[in-house]
């Protein structure tokens, strides 16, 4: 819990605040990495998701999901790395899609929406982090220590993302063995 005190008119104006009167207590969540940040989820995170939904559907956006999961399935670290650069001709998309959902899961990591709740109806973000996942390291090594920790996160939060990505590994390594 945290509390919020309000000093009185004298301590203000004297410059001392020995006089404090409590105010409210409020709950404070405070997200853990390695476990869930939200117990149970509410309306707002219904509202959150259905704002999430609309921002996937705008046309830029929809037309980069679409390049991404039609276009980008890298069967080895060359190809993994060659989108990061900035002549590739899916970098754009590729950095409006990997940055989407890093900022969606950074909402689930920081406690903002139920995580379990935002993958029921938000696995494409998982399915993108398992096609660059074993290239993982040598992503960061080329752009930031910090790429995709988000992604990273959520695909092991809870129980429904390991399912998530355990299904989507396997479709990914046999849509790659067909290739």
């Known amino acids: 819990m945290q509390v919020l005190w309000q000093d009185d008119a004298k301590s203000l104006a004297s410059g001392r605040t020995t006089s404090r009167k409590k105010i409210e207590e409020l709950p404070v969540r405070r997200a853990t990495l390695g476990a869930m940040s939200k117990s149970a989820p509410d309306h707002h995170d219904a509202e959150l998701i259905l704002k999430l939904y609309d921002l996937r559907r ?4 929809r037309e980069s999901r679409d390049a991404i999961n039609r276009d980008y399935w890298p069967k080895d670290e060359k190809e993994a790395l060659a989108i990061l650069q900035p002549e590739h001709p ?4 590729y950095r409006q899609t990997s940055t989407y959902w890093e900022m969606v899961f950074g909402m689930a990591k920081n406690g903002v929406v139920h995580t379990e709740f935002l993958l029921e109806s938000n696995g494409e973000g998982l399915l993108l982090f398992a096609r660059v996942e074993p290239y993982l390291a040598a992503i960061r090594a080329a752009t930031s220590p910090r790429a995709l920790r988000n992604a990273e996160w959520i695909a092991s939060a809870c129980d429904l993302a390991k399912a998530i990505m355990t299904t989507f590994r ?3 390594a046999k849509r790659l063995a067909s290739k």
């Open 90 to 93: 899916l970098n754009r998309a």
């Open 58 to 61: 705008e046309a830029v956006m």
């Open 170 to 172: 396997g479709r990914i």
